[in-house]
Nanobody
Framework: QVRLVESGGELVQAGGSLKLSCAVSGRTFNHYTLGWFRQAPGKEREFLAVVLWSGGNTYYADSVKGRFTISRDNAKNTVDLQMNSLKPEDTAVYYC??????????????????WGQGTQVTVSS
């Protein structure tokens, strides 16, 4: 069984930075494509960033490109999301997700088999 646990969410002022971390249990961490999503109240879950299991390529949503950076540490079994220049509209619950051996439509939530419980990020104006 794979378990994902996010941490790092908190209240931050607009323009500030925050780093989220996701610890992933499981014996084949380097076989997972790992993504970050967020969901604001009343809105659908939104893709933010992904690091693919094969080759380590990263991709970002236009809304966060240039501000957010995803990185994985195969030694520590973690995937982080560094968030800079935060805006009030970044306020949401942030989730990490894992898809074993997958490199297709990584922006679609339903392709991910495993999800964390989420961590709240609040950006004040």
């Amino acid at each position: 069984q794979v378990r994902l646990v996010e941490s790092g969410g908190e209240l931050v002022q607009a323009g500030g930075s925050l780093k989220l971390s996701c610890a992933v249990s499981g014996r084949t961490f380097n076989h997972y494509t790992l993504g970050w999503f967020r969901q604001a109240p009343g809105k659908e879950r939104e893709f933010l960033a992904v690091v693919l299991w094969s080759g380590g390529n990263t991709y970002y949503a236009d809304s966060v490109k240039g501000r957010f950076t995803i990185s994985r540490d195969n030694a520590k079994n973690t995937v982080d999301l560094q968030m800079n220049s935060l805006k009030p509209e970044d306020t949401a619950v942030y989730y990490c997700a894992a898809a074993p051996l997958y490199s297709g439509s990584y922006y679609v939530p339903s392709v991910y088999d495993y999800w964390g419980q989420g961590t709240q990020v609040t950006v004040s104006s």
